[in-house]
């Protein structure tokens, strides 16, 4: 009999079980991390709701994927890591070979590598991840931070896709933790922030990560008028991010934006989720509509760096820690507050 280690495994819709495992062990080209820190996020806890996740898992399966830890084992092969380093392990990795790939969408790999298991005391890292999505995480930079790199990589991929320039004016619609996450790299990259929330508290929170204006909808009669009431003209925002899932907001969205802007679906709303759009405004107004999803190797590295040279509110964004035993209390805790004020935890740091 090996060693056993904790972990939570999912087995359906609100069922989350901690269990005794094998600890992994490393194959060729594979490491074997020590979790140091495991973050809860909206992906995970939409998967907890509904059971599973069409992509990226199918139940019963080891749970959570933003992580990072020291590696405890190396495979045979591997030469970029040693036992005992401090490492940020990405949740998936592309081929590199796929037709998506080859055209600069790695994201849409056909092969796309998934990996799930970080709210655990030990998880293996596939060797696709381990050569082209794993990197150093320097001693004086907290795991539990650099287990963000995941989030903002994917929104990293959001602005850039969104072709952000410094001087722009974005309104990003929900203050959820890639909300924020979105006004704060925004306003890193120079572009100025209109916040759509709901909640009191939200108001704050948009203020905190980089959000010039804050339009509350439950203070308004119309958030879509009072977004384009902030900008010249009334004419509208240049980008506008939605950030919530809603059929509602996908709409706000479309109508906030000016002539010739941009819009990007972020949220990703449940399957077979059907939205009624104005296409008389989208096509006389030269409108933009896209989605973004995941990330890529390119600004998994980016979206490191922010937070590696301290540009990136870490510390703000990690408001609450729990072990491990305790998981499914803080997933419930999230489930409940979404349904009454939304307010709470913007991330939580599991701590196996």
Known sequence: MGQKMTAAVLYGREDLRIERLPIPKAGAGELVVKVHAALTCGTDLKVYRRGYH?????PPIPFGHELAGTVYEVGEGVTAFREG?????????PCDVCYFCRKDQQNLCDDLLFNNGAYA??????????????LLVPEELLFEHAALTEPLACVVRGLEESQAQPGDLMVVIGAGPIGLMFMQAAQIAGVRVVAVVKHDAQVDAAK??????VVQTTKVEDPIAAVRALTPDHRGVDIAIEAVAVPETWQWAVDMVRKGGLVNFFGGPASGTKVELDTNRLHYNDITLKATFHHTPGTVRRAFDMIRNGQFKSRETI?????????????????????QDGLGDIKTAIIP
């Not at 069409?54 to 199918?58: C, H, T, Y």
């Not at 408001?319 to 349904?339: F, H, I, M, N």
């Open 54 to 58: 069409a992509r990226m898992l199918k």
């Open 208 to 213: 905190t990560f980089g959000a010039e204006w």
């Open 319 to 339: 408001t609450g820690r729990a072990p491990l035993a305790e998981l499914d209390a803080v997933l419930q805790s999230y489930l409940k507050r979404s349904r």
């Open 121 to 134: 005391e030990y998880i293996r890292i596939p060797a696709r991840i381990v050569e082209k999505n794993t």
């Open 85 to 93: 380093d401090r490492v940020v392990a990405l949740n998936s990795a």
